[in-house]
C-alpha cells in the first residue's frame, strides 16, 4: 500500500487496550504477558501495513504503456494466484525503525524475524497460533532476568486473537496485498527504471509520500515500496511462490500458564 509511514500514525487500538491493562493488572506475570503483547501489536500492525513482491522474467508485460489505473488493475491481476512471498527490509514506527524479513504462507501463516531497538524476535505464525523466540535481551526487557531464564531456548504461544488479532493478516497474503494497492493518496506514474536487476515501473504517491515499484517484465507484480527522508524506509518484496514451510516450534509456553494461579 502507499501511505505514510507509521510515525505520524496514532497507536493501534489493540495495542492502546493491551497497555491499559497492563496498567491496571496488579499481578507480575500478567503484566509481562500484557507488555509483550502490547509490544507485539504494535510492531507486528507496523510491519503488516507495508507488504508487496517481486519477480523477473525476460519478457515486457506491457505495464509500461498503461496508466496508473492500469498499472494497479495489472498488479492486482498477477497478485491474486500468489500463495507464498517473502517480505523483508525495514520502517519506521512511532520514531523507532523495524527490521523485518518474513516469509509467507497465504492460508497458513508464515516465520521469520523482526527487530526493534534491539530487541529482536523470531516469529512463526501458524493456523491462528501466534509463536514468539525473543532474544535474551527482548525478555529481560519485557519481564526481568525472570522472564529471560523462563524462555532460555523456549518459544512463547499464544492464539492469534484478542490483543494478537493484527498478527492473523500474516496468514492472508492475498489481504496485504489488498492493502498495498488500496490505501493510497493521489497516484502519478513514474518512470521507468531498474530495481535488483528487475525492470520496473514507478507509482508515485503525491499526497502521502512514497513510491511503489511494479514489474514490467513477467508478471507484473509489486517488487518495492520505497520512502525518502527521516521517516522513511525500503521493504522489498520476492520469492514469488517459493514454497514456505511452516511448522509448530516445540518447547512453546502457552501465554496461558503465565496467568496468575
Known amino acids: 500500500?502507499?501511505?505514510?509511514?507509521?510515525?505520524?500514525?496514532?497507536?493501534?487500538?489493540?495495542?492502546?487496550?493491551?497497555?491499559?491493562?497492563?496498567?491496571?493488572?496488579?499481578?507480575?506475570?500478567?503484566?509481562?504477558?500484557?507488555?509483550?503483547?502490547?509490544?507485539?501489536?504494535?510492531?507486528?500492525?507496523?510491519?503488516?501495513?507495508?507488504?508487496?513482491?517481486?519477480?523477473?522474467?525476460?519478457?515486457?508485460?506491457?505495464?509500461?504503456s498503461k496508466s496508473v489505473a492500469g498499472i494497479i488493475t495489472a498488479a492486482g491481476g498477477a497478485i491474486s494466484g500468489v500463495k507464498y512471498v517473502r517480505v523483508s527490509g525495514s520502517i519506521v514506527s512511532g520514531g523507532s525503525r523495524i527490521t523485518l524479513d518474513l516469509n509467507l504462507a497465504s492460508g497458513k501463516g508464515g516465520r521469520g524475524q523482526m527487530s526493534e531497538k534491539g530487541l529482536g524476535f523470531q516469529i512463526v505464525v501458524l493456523d491462528q497460533t501466534v509463536y514468539i523466540d525473543g532474544s535474551p535481551a527482548f525478555w529481560r526487557h519485557f519481564g526481568g532476568a525472570a522472564a529471560a531464564q523462563l524462555f532460555q531456548g523456549k518459544w512463547l504461544k499464544a492464539p492469534a486473537n484478542g490483543s494478537f488479532a493484527s498478527v492473523a493478516l500474516?496468514?492472508?497474503?492475498?489481504?496485504?496485498?489488498?492493502?498495498?494497492?488500496?490505501?493510497?493518496?493521489?497516484?502519478?506514474?513514474?518512470?521507468?527504471?531498474?530495481?535488483?536487476?528487475?525492470?520496473?515501473?514507478?507509482?508515485?504517491?503525491?499526497?502521502?509520500?512514497?513510491?511503489?515499484?511494479?514489474?514490467?517484465?513477467?508478471?507484473?507484480?509489486?517488487?518495492?515500496?520505497?520512502?525518502?527522508g527521516p521517516g522513511g524506509g525500503r521493504v522489498m518484496f520476492d520469492?514469488?511462490?517459493?514454497?514456505?514451510?511452516?511448522?509448530?516450534?516445540?518447547?512453546?509456553?502457552?501465554?496461558?500458564?503465565?496467568?496468575?494461579?
Not at 2 to 28: F, K, M, N, V
Not at 240 to 259: C, E, H, K, M, R
Open 170 to 228: 500474516l496468514t492472508n497474503v492475498h489481504e496485504l496485498f489488498s492493502q498495498l494497492l488500496s490505501s493510497h493518496g493521489t497516484l502519478a506514474k513514474g518512470a521507468t527504471t531498474t530495481v535488483d536487476g528487475q525492470k520496473v515501473v514507478a507509482v508515485n504517491d503525491t499526497t502521502k509520500g512514497g513510491t511503489l515499484y511494479v514489474a514490467t517484465t513477467g508478471k507484473p507484480y509489486p517488487v518495492e515500496f520505497v520512502k525518502t
Open 1 to 64: 500500500m502507499l501511505h505514510e509511514h507509521d510515525h505520524d500514525r496514532p497507536p493501534h487500538p489493540d495495542s492502546r487496550l493491551a497497555l491499559a491493562a497492563c496498567r491496571s493488572d496488579s499481578d507480575y506475570a500478567a503484566r509481562v504477558r500484557c507488555r509483550i503483547t502490547a509490544w507485539l501489536v504494535s510492531a507486528l500492525f507496523a510491519a503488516g501495513a507495508i507488504s508487496a513482491c517481486g519477480g523477473s522474467s525476460p519478457s515486457s508485460n506491457g505495464v509500461a
Open 239 to 261: 520469492r514469488f511462490n517459493d514454497s514456505v514451510s511452516v511448522t509448530a516450534p516445540a518447547n512453546a509456553i502457552d501465554i496461558s500458564q503465565l496467568q496468575s494461579g
